[in-house]
């Protein structure tokens, strides 16, 4: 039985009143990746925002390594917590190398060469190996994204939050992040993915965990959740995804 | 044109024109203090303060550096305090530059992707970190036009320093002026003073904000 690494008891988030998460419950064990599902503004990015105090919840509480997480030393917890957005955030005014290197260099204190010889290996296994000097704007989104990966990596975070990485991009670049993502999984990264790509969250989930209006409305197994769906709703969210029954003849 | 008056009288502008670069720059300086402090308690949202701030700002944009300048070296003294006209006239400039770079500032700042601050956050920088390497160098990238311009725009304004008595440029010109009814020449010395003074200011920016866009600093592509 896997240690326990992310933990969290009746998370409760309002914005002006309405709840956006209501007595939410879950715990991601080490090396688990669980695939956060549900239409737009089901409170999924919220949910991750809340992890690492992007926002601060309302109620409830979240346990990193069995540790509360909050009120005291937030900086602390966001280097064990890495995070990676839809739009990428590269420093614009930073080389790729910059960019890999400023989070362990001044965050970690961690010696520059070391943290540069680390950078260079971590971005040739992502294809990127000739990219250590471009200016982010110089990239393609996927490249951008993929950077954006190995920034958060280099930080050796205990678990990676990933919010929508491949929303922005075009077809062919989503493949390219993913299969990063793919060996992650591999490795026995402990995530949290959050994304609309279906079959990708069929692929790398261990668990899926499907937000209805603020609550857990399903929970389980990928081939379960997305073959045999338990609840109606559920079901009208996965049907958005099939275009057979509007086929046009 | 009088060459040779102009030859005689070059050295009073050489140094009319040290003291309104002193005085100049002394101006900008502690503009950009009172500027970035300005831009810190609107940003940090202190409370009060910030509502001061923004009152400054507003006040000292919307009055002439003559009036705020009689204020100091006329006003003051009714009360007791009296100050140097030097001293009047940097905190004069001050108080008006203030308030121009305090707006420069924001504009760099508001600039800036909020995402930028979360994503440097999300790395585990402490704030102060993050300021320092990830939003004040793009915020100052894009203020420096605006900070430019505001520093040729406050040395312009120190011509308004002979109404307190002090010898810069524009005093020595009318003073002359009034002695020799030489307008032509000490009017063309005026306007050359300036230029010397000014131009290379305004290129070493222009050079400065390419550099910086070449760098790939901020949005501008």
Same mark, same amino acid.
């Given at each position: 039985?896997?240690?326990?690494?992310?933990?969290?008891?009746?998370?409760?988030?309002?914005?002006?009143?309405?709840?956006v998460?209501?007595?939410i419950?879950?715990?991601?064990r080490e090396?688990?990746?669980?695939?956060?599902?549900?239409?737009?503004?089901?409170?999924?990015?919220?949910l991750?925002?809340?992890?690492?105090?992007?926002?601060?919840?309302d109620g409830?509480?979240?346990?990193l390594?069995?540790?509360?997480?909050?009120?005291?030393?937030?900086?602390?917890?966001?280097?064990?917590i890495?995070?990676?957005?839809?739009?990428?955030d590269l420093?614009?005014?930073m080389?790729?190398?910059?960019n890999?290197?400023?989070?362990?260099?001044?965050?970690?204190?961690r010696?520059k060469?070391?943290?540069?010889?680390?950078a260079?290996?971590?971005?040739?296994r992502?294809?990127?190996?000739?990219?250590?000097?471009?200016?982010?704007?110089?990239?393609?989104?996927?490249?951008?994204?993929?950077?954006a990966?190995?920034?958060?990596?280099?930080?050796?975070p205990?678990?990676?939050?990933?919010?929508?990485?491949?929303?922005?991009?075009?077809p062919?670049?989503?493949?390219?992040?993913?299969?990063?993502?793919?060996d992650?999984?591999?490795?026995?990264?402990?995530?949290?993915?959050?994304?609309?790509e279906?079959?990708?969250?069929?692929?790398?989930a261990?668990r899926v965990?499907?937000?209805?209006?603020g609550?857990i409305a399903?929970?389980?197994?990928?081939d379960?959740?997305?073959?045999?769906?338990?609840?109606?709703?559920?079901?009208?969210f996965?049907?958005?995804?099939?275009f057979?029954s509007?086929?046009?003849? | 044109m009088?060459?040779?008056?102009?030859r005689?009288?070059?050295p009073?502008y !050489?140094?009319?024109?040290?003291?309104?670069?002193?005085?100049?720059?002394?101006?900008?300086?502690l503009?950009?203090?009172?500027?970035?402090v300005?831009?810190?308690?609107?940003?940090?949202?202190?409370?009060? !303060?910030?509502?001061?701030?923004?009152?400054?700002?507003e006040?000292?944009?919307?009055?002439?550096?003559?009036?705020?300048?009689f204020?100091?070296?006329?006003?003051?003294?009714?009360?007791?305090?009296?100050?140097?006209a030097e001293?009047?006239?940097?905190?004069?400039?001050?108080?008006?530059?203030?308030?121009?770079m305090?707006?420069?500032?924001?504009?760099?700042m508001?600039?800036?992707?909020?995402?930028?601050?979360e994503?440097g956050?999300c790395?585990?920088?402490?704030?102060?970190?993050?300021?320092?390497?990830?939003?004040l160098?793009?915020?100052?990238?894009?203020?420096?036009?605006?900070i430019?311009?505001?520093?040729?725009?406050?040395?312009?304004?120190?011509?308004?320093f002979?109404? !307190?008595?002090?010898?810069?440029l524009m005093?020595?010109?009318?003073?002359?002026?009034?002695?020799?009814?030489?307008?032509?020449?000490?009017?063309?010395?005026?306007? !050359?003073?300036y230029?010397?003074?000014?131009?290379?200011?305004s290129i070493?920016?222009?050079?400065?904000e390419?550099?910086l866009?070449?760098?790939?600093?901020?949005?501008?592509?």
């Amino acid at each position: 039985m896997e240690k326990t690494v992310l933990e969290i008891r009746n998370l409760t988030k309002r914005f002006d009143g309405a709840g956006v998460l209501n007595d939410i419950s879950f715990s991601v064990r080490e090396g688990e990746v669980i695939v956060i599902v549900g239409a737009s503004g089901c409170g999924k990015s919220t949910l991750l925002r809340c992890i690492n105090r992007l926002e601060q919840p309302d109620g409830g509480e979240i346990l990193l390594d069995g540790k509360p997480v909050g009120g005291g030393d937030m900086v602390a917890v966001r280097r064990q917590i890495g995070m990676v957005f839809q739009s990428y955030d590269l420093f614009p005014h930073m080389d790729v190398l910059g960019n890999l290197s400023l989070g362990p260099v001044q965050a970690l204190k961690r010696p520059k060469a070391e943290v540069e010889a680390e950078a260079k290996a971590a971005l040739a296994r992502v294809g990127l190996a000739d990219k250590l000097h471009a200016l982010p704007r110089q990239l393609s989104g996927g490249q951008k994204q993929r950077v954006a990966l190995v920034r958060a990596l280099l930080m050796h975070p205990r678990m990676l939050l990933l919010d929508e990485i491949t929303a922005a991009l075009d077809p062919e670049m989503v493949r390219e992040v993913l299969n990063v993502v793919l060996d992650l999984a591999r490795d026995g990264m402990t995530m949290l993915i959050v994304t609309h790509e279906m079959r990708f969250a069929e692929a790398v989930a261990d668990r899926v965990i499907f937000l209805d209006g603020g609550h857990i409305a399903e929970e389980g197994a990928p081939d379960q959740f997305f073959h045999h769906p338990q609840t109606e709703r559920a079901r009208q969210f996965l049907n958005t995804f099939e275009f057979d029954s509007i086929k046009k003849s | 044109m009088d060459t040779e008056f102009m030859r005689k009288f070059l050295p009073m502008y !050489v140094k009319a024109a040290g003291l309104t670069l002193r005085l100049g720059a002394a101006g900008i300086l502690l503009s950009l203090v009172v500027g970035a402090v300005c831009c810190w308690v609107r940003f940090a949202k202190v409370p009060v !303060v910030r509502r001061v701030a923004g009152a400054y700002i507003e006040l000292a944009r919307n009055t002439p550096l003559l009036v705020q300048l009689f204020f100091l070296y006329f006003g003051l003294p009714k009360v007791g305090i009296k100050l140097s006209a030097e001293t009047c006239a940097v905190t004069g400039l001050t108080f008006l530059g203030g308030a121009y770079m305090a707006e420069a500032l924001r504009s760099g700042m508001e600039a800036v992707d909020p995402v930028q601050n979360e994503a440097g956050l999300c790395l585990g920088l402490t704030p102060a970190q993050n300021l320092r390497f990830v939003i004040l160098p793009q915020a100052l990238a894009t203020a420096i036009p605006a900070i430019g311009a505001n520093a040729v725009f406050l040395i312009k304004e120190t011509s308004v320093f002979s109404a !307190v008595a002090l010898v810069d440029l524009m005093y020595v010109a009318k003073d002359l002026i009034g002695m020799y009814y030489k307008t032509d020449e000490a009017l063309l010395m005026l306007t !050359v003073a300036y230029l010397a003074l000014l131009l290379p200011l305004s290129i070493a920016f222009s050079l400065l904000e390419r550099r910086l866009r070449h760098a790939g600093f901020g949005r501008a592509v």
